[in-house]
């Protein structure tokens, strides 16, 4: 793994999020100067702690460690606690079929259709 690149690469994650450093190390329970040696290259996280910024900061470890540029996450982890009308969309959905989880993606991107953000 190129630290160089990977302390990059969680400066820019950090940055696409738009929050402090002191915001960051908050989030991941971390000092501030801990978080800081991660985005400096003066230490180099775990991989299980590497697996939380990358949650925290919305992307991947494949991102962060560079072996893609893609900066999407794997995955998303949805809470029932924290959203529940969500939470239940996606447990409804988990033993559908794929025709329809297709057709609800369409009826979504229909809703959709006139926002510029995607």
């Keep these: 793994m190129n630290e160089l690149l ?3 690469r969680i ?7 738009g929050i ?3 915001e960051a190390a908050r ?3 971390l000092s501030k100067i801990g978080y800081c040696r991660y985005e400096y290259g003066e230490r180099t996280p ?6 939380v910024i990358a949650r925290c900061f919305n992307t991947s470890i494949s991102y962060l460690s560079g072996e893609t540029d893609d900066k999407r996450p794997d995955y998303f982890v949805i809470s029932q606690k924290d959203n529940p009308v969500l939470f239940e969309l996606v447990a409804s959905l ?7 989880i297709n057709r609800l993606l369409a009826y979504y991107y229909t809703l959709n259709k006139d926002r510029k953000d995607f």
């Design 6 to 8: 990977l302390s990059e």
């Design 11 to 17: 400066k820019t994650a950090r940055e696409r999020i």
């Design 20 to 22: 402090t450093k002191a």
């Design 27 to 29: 989030r991941l329970n």
């Design 46 to 51: 775990s991989i299980q702690t590497l697996e």
């Design 94 to 100: 988990q033993n559908s079929n794929d025709e329809s």
